[in-house]
């Protein structure tokens, strides 16, 4: 089952002609869930293809303009497009304000509703659950209140194997049972232990996203062991006095996050204008992570079950 | 001289993969007039490697989406570069409460001032004027209040043939007085007429602009010897109806407009995004008015002196 990561956009407040502003799609089991939404993330949804109607849900780390200013004309879109089922926006609660000022100003009637749901800027909450998965949100340090989020799979039920329960005959209601992880005992009294009967269900995969932040160690706790950690890296070393004073990481900060919260791979993104490429970025990261990577707009990062992962660069030809 | 006009956005109220909502460039003298500012300007603007600091004011037809909300970014980033001389903008005067109340909840504090320029509603008025230009605007009908925009350069001086000077012995007091238009008596008493003296100016040239309209020929007289007429051409003439009930035009109409206002060449953008190709609405409004062309994204349109002009695709190696 699919669990990736869009790049649409990859820069931070200065657009240049190659990176947009914030914006990514994950792909959790055809879930499809926004993560930012800058400026032209419409058109980046167009351009890579991705389904305007699939997209259940967005999540906004914090109010400012590089993240947010794609709303209005993608909330416009999904109208247009005669959406009906309603669009919940985890975000900031001012968010709300916004909107209404905002809608307030311009005829649009939408033909959906818009839920508002306000994160909690003190601890790390619960913020979605369903079958397959649980998102939270925790706070991370910026100008303006900012949160992280963690999307994790549930851990699904172990498959029975087939021929055990042709073997010994076992019944549906038993195995249900052996699926949530007992074993079982024949008529003859013999006990089968639930490892001899079942093929153990995938490990749960995880992804975190922490943008924008000053170097923040406290956030630790909340993206430990994460197959994947999305981690905003403005700024090369040189810069790093620049970093703190805006708000913002190094990529060496990044790794350092990495190393200390012990995922399993790391990508840098939200790069300032000022540099022509990444390579000083990225190599300054490696020396403290090597699992770490850079994205571009339209990079598919595909998290696979094991040790290790693919990233592939989105084709144009393809669907998410 | 330049005068020339760059698309940036030539689609509807839903963008395309190719085509984003309305903006336009023109170039008059490297003085760069912005039309419309619709979502994503600014990645069009670096794209087509338009220079930021020289846009100098920017023209909003009217107050939906697909013509505004590229603004909030676009004047975000003209502060971060640095920008401190003032950006007027002419429009809708409700504009001035979009903005404050956006900006009011974003921390953003501008390094240069904005000026809006409330439209008149009632009639045409010249709303810019400077040593090369006139800008004119000019009621529309929209769902909303709308205007179209006339730009025509002034004409200028004669030049004076550098060999009558000599020839005459012309004083620098005279020379002005030509230029202007009058004629020259020599010591001796003979008088030579302006026309032998000067070649003259080259007659000054025009574009007219108006999108979004209903049919609406109560604007001829406002566009009429336009060199260069863009007109909406939302629909083909199949959905002539839906074209009424949305306050749009057909190419047809808009093919109408250039005809009987006796216009050089027609542009028509502004699309709805169910056409693949325009090729349909194209050869309809062509049955009209035979010099019709429609837009892409990137295309830049030379207005020449003289009975014909070329229009030239943008390249990305190009400068506007």
Known sequence: VVFSLLVLGSSSVLPTA????????????????????GEGT????????????????????????????????????????????????YADKKLKDVLDSHFNFFDNRLTY???????????????????????????????????GFHFSEKKQPDKMKKEMIDFYKISIKDIQKIKEGEGFTTNEGTFIPHE?????????????YCTDTIFHP???????DADLLYHEATFEEQHKQVAKE???????????????????????????SRYKNMK????????????????EDGMLVEIKHGPSFAHTYFSEELNV
Chains 1, 2 share one sequence.
């Open 246 to 272: 805006t708000y913002h990481c190094t990529s060496k900060q990044a790794a350092s996050m990495a190393l200390n919260s012990n995922v399993k791979q790391l990508l840098l993104g939200h790069f300032s």
């Open 280 to 295: 000083k970025l990225l190599s300054e990261a490696r020396e403290i992570f090597p699992e770490t990577y850079t994205v």
């Open 18 to 37: 190659k990176r947009y502003p914030s914006a990514h799609v994950l792909n959790v089991h055809e879930r499809f869930f926004l993560i930012d939404c």
């Open 113 to 147: 509703d818009i839920i508002i749901e306000g994160l909690n800027p003190e601890k790390e909450e619960i913020i979605y659950t369903d079958k397959l998965l649980t998102v939270k949100s925790f706070p991370l340090k910026h100008r303006v209140p900012v949160w």
């Open 218 to 224: 406290e956030a630790i706790p909340y993206i430990v």
């Open 196 to 208: 001899t009967l079942t093929i153990p269900s995938n490990k749960p995969r995880s992804f975190a």
């Open 42 to 89: 419409q058109h980046q949804m167009r351009k890579f293809r991705v389904p305007f109607n699939k997209i259940t849900s967005i999540f906004i780390s914090h109010l400012h303009g590089d993240h947010v200013f794609g709303l209005f004309g993608l909330i416009s879109s999904l109208s247009m497009l005669g959406r009906t089922k309603s669009l919940t926006i």
